[in-house]
């Protein structure tokens, strides 16, 4: 089956740095990833979606200087959280998605993010 | 706009219990529903889909039937085992969504042995 790895699986960083979060498919081609959002014991909040080669599409709410989303091939997408601080600690889920498999995402382990 | 309504949890039941997940939807035109699990520490897996009226998804034991008449994709096990303990999202995807998920809030299940 199709399998996306995110890395690293978790960090701690200090306030006012920045992170990178990588997120791959290994086995096909990822048309559009999407990255996600997932507070303790609540459900996922889409963040943005990014289409290979052009801008991510960013959720009403999402600052999308803060959390800047780089899709350069087809099987790597980047989410990077720009000056970070402790309120944006929070697990990072992304999910990728196969050219013509509109109904089929598949999910990365998720980057458990801590900022001290 | 599209929106899933699970039961909210947690649920606690007896290993070898019968399990029941409600989920309801509203959604524009003919949705695909999925069951995803999550355990601890991980991220998503897909559990089980359905992309039809009446379309039964299965896997693990466990199944959900595509209900347009009732808008429901109800999860079921017959017998759930210790190791099934996760947390449990109900999901659409849908033209009218621009084929993003739709998720509901998520049942957390702890069996006991």
């Known amino acids: 089956g199709a399998v996306v790895s995110q890395h690293p699986s978790w960090v701690i960083c200090k306030s006012g740095t920045s992170v990178k979060i990588e997120c791959r498919s290994l086995?096909?081609?990822?048309?559009?990833m999407f990255w996600y959002r997932q507070f303790p014991k609540q459900s996922l909040m889409l963040m943005a979606t990014?289409?290979?080669?052009?801008?991510?599409?960013?959720e009403q709410g999402v600052e999308k200087d803060k959390f800047l989303i780089n899709h350069a091939s087809l099987t790597l997408s980047t989410l990077t959280v720009t000056s970070a601080h402790p309120e944006d600690s929070s697990f990072y889920i992304c999910?990728?998605?196969?050219?013509?498999?509109?109904?089929?995402?598949?999910f990365g382990p998720g980057t458990r993010l801590t900022v001290l | 706009g599209d929106s899933v309504t699970q039961m909210e949890g947690p649920v606690t039941l007896s290993e070898e219990a019968f399990l029941t997940i409600n989920c309801t939807y509203t959604?524009?035109?003919?949705?695909?529903l999925f069951w995803y699990v999550q355990y601890p520490g991980e991220g998503l897996q897909l559990l089980l889909k359905?992309?039809?009226?009446?379309d039964k998804g299965s896997n693990k034991g466990f199944e959900a039937t595509y209900r347009k008449e009732t808008t429901s994709f109800h999860l079921e096990k017959g017998s759930v085992q210790v190791s099934d303990s996760a947390v449990y999202f109900c999901?659409?995807?849908?033209?009218?969504?621009?084929?993003?998920?739709?998720f509901g809030k998520g049942t957390l299940l702890t069996v006991n042995p």
């Open positions: 359905a992309t039809k009226a009446d």
């Open positions: 999901a659409l995807i849908s033209g009218g969504s621009n084929y993003k998920l739709t």
């Open positions: 990014s289409n290979e080669g052009s801008k991510a599409t960013y």
């Open positions: 999910s990728a998605r196969a050219f013509g498999g509109l109904d089929t995402q598949y």
């Open positions: 959604a524009t035109g003919y949705p695909s």
């Open positions: 086995d096909f081609q990822a048309t559009t």
